[in-house]
């Protein structure tokens, strides 16, 4: 077999709660092999193995990033682990798909980047919500003129208050609103960048911390204009009375609003509202999550560029920072190598 049409070997750190949506079902309908999955404790891996189809389970993770049938490295593991074992897969020669944010902070990632530049390997930030026709028509439709001049951008990330003990309610884990569902709301604003100028700027942020959590927000506000004037809106909420996944661009003539940009898969619908009337759009209601890996094995089988790149990443991360400094909080501290 030709080598860059081989299955993409896979290993995943942890045997993470998002991994059967975001790694296993994908790599199920694309072809790809799972070939080992690691955790601290080898027997939860073992379970995940044999309910998943990996085909080997490992006892740790530095056995999965050093293991010779792996070539891509996956890393959903909790915020605070993304850069260190990133760093660990890169230095082991292993192209790398992190789940978003890729690294706790903009120095990590930063460190992450570099790293991935100088042993060339390929390494991209999980934000898989770009890679589907959703997210591509909202921008297909602010290009074609119909919705006249783009005037305003709005994101909002809103979910139901996750268990107490759910590590994104950890400091030392790198948790939070913003890291865990804000994120999403501003890069959602920068990937509208190419359609109004360029990068936009922070202008203000509001937030405030979770009762009894110091440092860990439970909702952000952002604001935020792009060069050519268009204003924006980022929003997150992880103590809401309901799910909200909304991503929403206003022109001079009407607006476009995708109803669930991060899981297309349970409503692909867009809403367009004009002058000429009003009308539901219907894209595809397969996975996000399988467009990306799509997408990441013509990254590293054909150099097919990805928009979610260690650039990109590190612009994300440092727009994150300067949100939690406006509102008066720490950006997530350093890694924990524990």
Not at 33 to 55: H, I, M, Q, S, T
Not at 282 to 287: E, G, M
Request: hydrophobic share 40%; glycine share 8%; aromatic share 6%.
């Amino acid at each position: 077999m030709d080598p860059e049409e081989a299955p993409r070997r896979i290993g995943i750190l942890g045997a993470s709660r998002v991994s059967p949506t975001s790694i296993v079902e994908p790599a199920g309908l694309t072809g790809a092999r799972l070939v080992a999955v690691a955790a601290r404790d080898r027997d939860r891996a073992k379970d995940f193995a044999d309910r998943y189809g990996v085909e080997r389970a490992l006892g740790s993770y530095e056995e999965l990033v050093n293991d010779p049938e792996v070539e891509a490295v996956y890393n959903p593991l909790a915020n605070s682990l993304h850069a260190r074992w990133n760093l660990e897969a890169i230095a082991a020669g292993k192209h790398v798909l992190s789940e978003k944010p890729f690294a706790a902070n903009a120095a990590e990632a930063r460190d992450v980047r570099d790293a991935g530049k100088r042993a060339g390997v390929k390494v991209v930030d999980g934000f898989h919500y770009l890679y589907h026709p959703v997210t591509k028509r909202l921008h297909e439709l602010v290009a074609s003129g119909e919705l006249g001049e783009l005037q305003r951008v709005e994101t909002m990330v809103m979910i139901p208050p996750p268990p107490p003990e759910d590590p994104r309610w950890s400091l030392p884990l790198a948790g939070g609103a913003l890291m865990d569902l804000g994120c999403y709301s501003l890069h959602a604003i920068r990937a509208m960048a190419h359609l109004a100028g360029g990068n936009p700027t922070l202008i203000d942020a509001r937030g405030a911390e979770r009762h009894g959590l110091p440092g860990v927000d439970e909702w952000v506000d952002a604001d935020l204009v792009y060069p050519s004037g268009v204003t924006a809106t980022a929003r997150c909420n992880m103590n809401g009375t309901k799910a909200e996944m909304t991503y929403r661009a206003i022109g001079s003539k009407g607006e476009a609003t995708v109803a669930n940009f991060i899981l297309p898969h349970t409503d692909d619908s867009l809403e367009v509202k004009t002058n000429d009337g009003r009308r539901i759009e219907r894209t595809d209601t397969r996975s996000s999550y399988t467009y990306q890996l799509d997408a990441f094995t013509a990254l590293i089988r054909h150099g097919i560029p990805m928009p979610t790149d260690s650039d990109d990443a590190v612009q994300t991360a440092e727009l994150i920072d300067q949100c939690y400094k406006t509102i008066g909080l720490e950006p997530r501290g350093m890694s924990h190598f524990d």
